[in-house]
């Protein structure tokens, strides 16, 4: 499709367990962010790739969260030992280059992940 | 820390009105806003930005205020109709050192907006 795709669209899973979140950006946008919105509120910061590696990590709350995009594409986000307070909607936006300013973020529709 | 506010959680309308939705931001340093809309089950969709060395800008049927003096921003709607409703955020940047904003965005906490037919 032309947009930014988000697999699973929801995943329910137990504390504790593994989960892996996938996007696939807009073809040709070389800049890919991770946001987490949790209900109510607006999305947060999570992580930014320039190309195949993380030019910005620093919204990535702690060491079970970690991401990458092996090819500079498709990125995967993972989290470990999933707790309760990771249930949330996990937005992926890509842009066509670094620069915001010239243009805009185009999101996905979100990853739903409930941790039971 | 700092952060983007919204004055206003809700906000209902007749169709055909005007609407105007608030953003208030605490860090002065930023340089760059944006405004999203968001629909249930979906993700942030651009509407509109403006930089700060604005203060106003126009798109189609939505208009952008920004006062840096008090810190404010605003979102104006002409004529909402109701496939504007939806969740309004703004989102600000503050540029790196070479002036380039990149995609780390720091949103409000949204506003809703009901449109009544």
């Known amino acids: 499709g032309a947009g930014v795709s988000q697999t699973p669209s929801n995943k329910v899973t137990e504390k504790g367990k593994y989960v892996e979140l996938r996007c696939d950006p807009i073809s040709g946008h070389t800049a890919l962010y991770w946001y987490r919105q949790s209900l109510g509120q607006g999305p947060e910061f999570l992580i930014y790739?320039?190309?195949?590696?993380?030019?910005?990590d620093s919204g990535l709350p702690n060491d079970r969260f970690f991401a990458v995009r092996p090819e500079g594409s498709v990125s995967t986000l993972k989290i470990q030992r999933t707790e309760r307070g990771d249930s949330a909607v996990y937005l992926c936006?890509?842009?066509?280059?670094?620069?915001?300013?010239?243009?805009?973020?185009?999101f996905g529709e979100g990853s739903r992940l409930t941790v039971l | 820390g700092e952060s983007v506010g919204l004055h206003l959680p809700t906000l209902s309308v007749q169709e055909g009105d005007n609407s105007i939705i608030n953003c208030a931001y605490s860090?002065?340093?930023?340089?760059?806003f944006i405004w999203y809309k968001q629909e249930s089950g979906k993700g942030p969709q651009f509407i509109i930005d403006?930089?700060?060395?604005?203060d106003k800008r126009q798109g189609q049927r939505v208009t952008v205020l920004l006062n840096k003096t008090v810190k404010h921003l605003s979102l104006q709607i002409a004529a909402t109709q109701p496939g504007d409703s939806a969740v309004y955020f703004c989102?600000?940047?503050?540029?790196?050192?070479?002036?380039?904003?990149?995609?780390?965005?720091?949103f409000g906490q949204g506003t809703i907006l009901t449109v009544h037919p």
């Open positions: 936006a890509s842009s066509l280059l670094g620069r915001v300013g010239t243009g805009e973020l185009f």
């Open positions: 790739f320039q190309g195949t590696g993380a030019a910005d």
């Open positions: 860090n002065s340093a930023s340089d760059y």
């Open positions: 989102a600000e940047i503050l540029s790196n050192a070479g002036g380039t904003s990149y995609g780390k965005l720091t």
């Open positions: 403006i930089r700060s060395n604005m």
